[in-house]
């Protein structure tokens, strides 16, 4: 199973708690104005990878507490995503998702998306609004963001903030 990714950051201290390996994933269809990453934006753009490749970039450093996919947009690559997530939490590990879309869009097609929030820990939801930009915020880009937590969301049936 192959995915389209942009980088991969193997030591990140900044995209959720603790030590984490970062994927970006490469097409991003949200165009944020003021996006940290807009070279991920190209839908054809980056490099073709194999979910097996990232899962042994992940497990080859027996520091990390997590992986991290961010974009890019990660949810226009769910299976691949899914997959990686799956065999990262086998291991006990946890899963942290950066998307653009909002929780309720993603909520009303929850059968496109179930595989990967079953194996995602905390999704940090909504657009980069590069008015609401902030430095203060934990894991987040703006203020409209929200750090949630999916089991719990899942669970019940509405959203739950995670707090770190």
Same mark, same amino acid.
């Given at each position: 199973?192959?995915?389209?990714?942009?980088?991969? #950051?193997?030591?990140?201290?900044?995209?959720?708690?603790?030590?984490?390996?970062?994927?970006?994933?490469?097409?991003?269809?949200?165009?944020? =104005?003021?996006?940290?990453?807009?070279?991920?934006?190209?839908?054809?753009?980056?490099?073709?990878?194999?979910?097996?490749?990232?899962?042994?970039?992940?497990?080859?450093?027996?520091?990390?507490?997590?992986?991290?996919?961010?974009?890019?947009?990660?949810?226009?690559?769910?299976?691949?995503?899914?997959?990686?997530?799956?065999?990262? =939490?086998?291991?006990?590990?946890?899963? #942290?998702?950066?998307?653009?879309?909002?929780?309720?869009?993603?909520?009303?097609?929850?059968?496109?998306?179930?595989?990967?929030?079953?194996?995602?820990?905390?999704? #940090?939801?909504?657009?980069?609004?590069?008015?609401?930009?902030?430095?203060?915020?934990?894991?987040?880009?703006?203020?409209?963001?929200?750090?949630?937590?999916?089991?719990?969301?899942?669970?019940?049936? =509405?959203?739950?903030?995670? =707090?770190?």
């Amino acid at each position: 199973m192959d995915l389209r990714i942009s980088d991969i #950051i193997s030591d990140s201290i900044v995209d959720g708690p603790g030590l984490r390996l970062t994927v970006f994933l490469q097409g991003c269809i949200h165009n944020c =104005k003021g996006c940290h990453n807009p070279e991920t934006h190209n839908l054809d753009g980056g490099i073709i990878v194999s979910a097996e490749y990232i899962l042994e970039k992940f497990f080859e450093n027996p520091l990390l507490d997590g992986i991290t996919f961010s974009g890019g947009e990660p949810l226009l690559q769910p299976e691949p995503v899914a997959f990686i997530a799956e065999k990262v =939490k086998e291991k006990g590990f946890n899963v #942290i998702i950066y998307t653009g879309f909002v929780w309720e869009k993603i909520i009303e097609k929850k059968d496109d998306f179930i595989g990967v929030l079953k194996y995602t820990d905390i999704l #940090i939801d909504g657009p980069f609004i590069e008015e609401l930009k902030s430095y203060d915020l934990d894991f987040k880009g703006s203020a409209n963001q929200r750090a949630i937590d999916v089991s719990k969301s899942l669970f019940y049936n =509405k959203i739950v903030l995670w =707090k770190y």
